[in-house]
């Protein structure tokens, strides 16, 4: 039997993409003297040249790696929840969906500041969508005196997986019953646990 089933796998690399828009927030984990670092920073990627790009706290212990061509992974996360048996109509194990996109790569460090200013809006301007209620301006004093704690590094991806775990192989219409569960499930638990724990 071949492991990941390739009824979870997603080659389509329209769908990651879409999986990184929708949900920036990346995990990146580089390797120095075999122990893994691992910052969570929004990546977004830029169509022009199929590239990521990131910002990152010059005090982070990450940042001195990610630059060089160093590798790099990098891990997206769509919504997940539980399935339980009782919302199919066959007769089914409990399980868990999910939607993860596993990226290989290479990264650089980008020098110049008016590189790190522009892409900075660029992503500002990327996450304010669709209603842009706020505009980072180039002429901004307050991102001007941070410019020199921040480092802009961008990602060329080397592999790409994805891994769309949504119940493909039952029935068609349990296939439709738990994506509407993975919407009520994701939609519910975001409140119950905020009033748990803020």
Same mark, same amino acid.
């Given at each position: 039997?071949?492991?990941?089933?390739?009824?979870?796998?997603?080659?389509d690399? *329209?769908?990651?993409?879409?999986?990184?828009k929708t949900?920036?927030l990346?995990?990146?984990?580089?390797v120095?003297?075999?122990?893994?670092?691992?910052?969570h920073?929004p990546?977004?990627?830029?169509e022009? *040249?199929?590239k990521?790009?990131g910002?990152?706290d010059?005090?982070?212990?990450?940042a001195?790696l990610?630059k060089d061509?160093?590798?790099?992974?990098?891990?997206?996360? &769509?919504?997940?929840?539980?399935?339980?048996p009782?919302?199919?109509?066959?007769?089914q194990?409990p399980?868990?969906?999910?939607?993860?996109?596993?990226?290989?790569g290479?990264v650089?460090a980008?020098?110049?500041?008016?590189?790190?200013?522009?892409s900075?809006i660029t992503?500002?301007?990327f996450?304010?969508?669709?209603?842009?209620?706020?505009?980072?301006?180039?002429?901004?004093?307050?991102?001007?005196?941070n410019?020199a704690?921040?480092?802009?590094?961008?990602i060329?991806i080397?592999a790409w997986? &994805?891994?769309?775990?949504?119940?493909? *192989?039952?029935?068609?219409? *349990?296939?439709r019953?738990?994506?509407a569960e993975l919407?009520?499930?994701?939609?519910e638990?975001?409140k119950?646990?905020?009033?748990?724990?803020?």
């Amino acid at each position: 039997m071949t492991y990941p089933p390739q009824h979870h796998q997603d080659n389509d690399k *329209d769908h990651m993409i879409e999986v990184i828009k929708t949900y920036p927030l990346a995990t990146i984990i580089s390797v120095k003297d075999n122990e893994p670092l691992i910052t969570h920073l929004p990546l977004i990627y830029r169509e022009a *040249d199929g590239k990521l790009i990131g910002h990152i706290d010059i005090y982070n212990p990450q940042a001195n790696l990610l630059k060089d061509h160093n590798p790099i992974t990098i891990l997206f996360s &769509g919504p997940q929840c539980y399935i339980s048996p009782s919302i199919y109509t066959t007769t089914q194990l409990p399980t868990w969906n999910y939607i993860k996109v596993h990226l290989k790569g290479t990264v650089k460090a980008i020098e110049s500041k008016d590189s790190l200013k522009q892409s900075l809006i660029t992503m500002t301007e990327f996450l304010e969508q669709p209603n842009h209620k706020y505009v980072l301006e180039p002429d901004n004093p307050r991102m001007d005196a941070n410019l020199a704690y921040i480092k802009m590094f961008e990602i060329s991806i080397d592999a790409w997986e &994805g891994k769309f775990k949504l119940s493909q *192989d039952k029935h068609p219409k *349990d296939i439709r019953q738990a994506r509407a569960e993975l919407v009520r499930a994701n939609q519910e638990s975001i409140k119950q646990f905020l009033d748990k724990v803020f």
